[in-house]
């Protein structure tokens, strides 16, 4: 297993950069980041709406009142509410948050063609090519109908090209295996800068243990690790 220390974590003394798309991303040059992403189909309309009233109701807990698009005062985004909360509350949150939003991924909505041993190789093995050139990846897991990472860049400019890159090269693959065209994946993608050594061991235990938290058998997903 990667030793803690080889780890660098989230520094809010040192530069970092907040770059929008239709969300707000934070980056930090060489931060090991923990990023999602989801197939277009895993969340139906009706789920979207149960998780967004989840979501509501747990930062009303924390005093932060948004609207259903996740705005809140002063027009800031919830991320960047949560961002200003004390670290034991923000990290409450994101746990909390993450583990609501999990809960409905992986109850396996959609067609999960990621199950297919085949697919989620492309996904694998797009993920490890620039491994250790572009970025340091440490772990990652090809869900049903969604990805997670591990993973540091060199700066923001590169996790956005990078994460682009990978869903647009595995989108094509993946369509030219299934006979199939137009969009794979949901266009944005979630992060979070990893905090301390604490929260990178709870991002890697996550990781590993995400298939079988989701009853899956092993052959229905796919998972990595840097030892």
Not at 61 to 90: C, F, T, Y
Not at 167 to 193: C, M, P, V
Request: negative net charge; proline residues 4%.
């Amino acid at each position: 297993m990667m030793n803690t220390d080889q780890i660098q974590a989230f520094d809010p003394e040192q530069p970092y950069s907040v770059v929008w798309r239709r969300l707000p991303h934070w980056a930090q040059a060489g931060t090991m980041c923990f990023i999602t992403w989801r197939t277009g189909d895993s969340i139906p309309r009706d789920v979207v709406k149960r998780w967004i009233a989840e979501r509501n109701a747990l930062l009303l807990s924390q005093g932060i009142r948004v609207n259903d698009g996740g705005i809140g005062e002063r027009g800031m985004h919830w991320k960047q509410l949560v961002e200003r909360l004390p670290p034991a509350a923000h990290w409450k949150v994101q746990c909390d948050m993450t583990d609501q939003f999990e809960q409905h991924l992986d109850a396996c909505h959609g067609a999960c063609l990621l199950r297919r041993r085949e697919l989620a190789t492309i996904v694998g093995d797009s993920l490890q090519r620039f491994d250790g050139d572009r970025y340091e990846l440490t772990d990652f897991v090809v869900m049903p109908n969604h990805v997670h990472v591990l993973v540091a860049f060199r700066d923001e400019e590169t996790m956005l090209k990078q994460c682009a890159g990978w869903k647009r090269y595995t989108a094509r693959q993946i369509n030219e295996a299934i006979g199939a065209s137009g969009e794979f994946w949901q266009e944005d993608s979630f992060d979070h800068l990893v905090r301390g050594p604490e929260q990178f061991g709870h991002y890697r235990r996550y990781i590993a243990e995400n298939g079988r938290r989701a009853n899956l058998p092993e052959t229905d997903y796919l998972v990595f690790s840097k030892v």
